[in-house]
């Protein structure tokens, strides 16, 4: 399962969300914003701490050209990172040359690998 896959929604979830068919990733954020209970939730996609939706910081969602008070999950917020840093070629192998935007979002002017990076975007996470 993705989080990007398509889903058709059945007539009591469509009422619920408001829609017939999106993502699953969607469909959670949602689910979420209707008041269902997040246990509930992630029991009925079998959800991670990864991939569950989660609100990120007002300059995580202007980095991402979203909406501030939007929820993402940590792995949708690593996507947009590593696009982020596919797009400006900003890799080199293991180690990541931040740029100016990406080093402001960070906060972080130490050397950037794929691993320590977690460190920094989990900073963006609202809880």
């Known amino acids: ?3 990007s896959d398509k ?3 059945n007539s009591e979830l469509t009422k619920l969300v408001g829609v017939e068919d999106c ?5 959670i954020v949602k689910m979420y914003l209707s008041g ?11 959800l991670s701490d990864f991939t569950t939706p989660v609100y990120v910081s007002d300059e995580f969602a202007d980095f991402c050209g979203v909406n501030n008070g939007t929820m993402m999950s940590r792995h949708y917020m690593n996507e947009q990172i590593s696009q982020y840093i596919k797009d400006n070629n900003l890799n080199d192998g293991k ?14 002017n130490a050397q950037l690998t794929w691993f320590n990076i977690q460190k920094y975007i989990g900073e963006h996470v609202m809880h």
Request: no cysteine.
């Open 36 to 46: 269902v209970p997040s246990g509930v939730i992630k029991y009925a996609v079998k």
């Open 7 to 9: 889903v058709t929604l």
């Open 1 to 3: 399962m993705n989080l």
């Open 23 to 27: 993502t699953i990733e969607e469909l």
């Open 95 to 108: 180690l990541i040359h931040a740029d100016e935007k990406l080093t402001n979002l960070l906060k972080q």
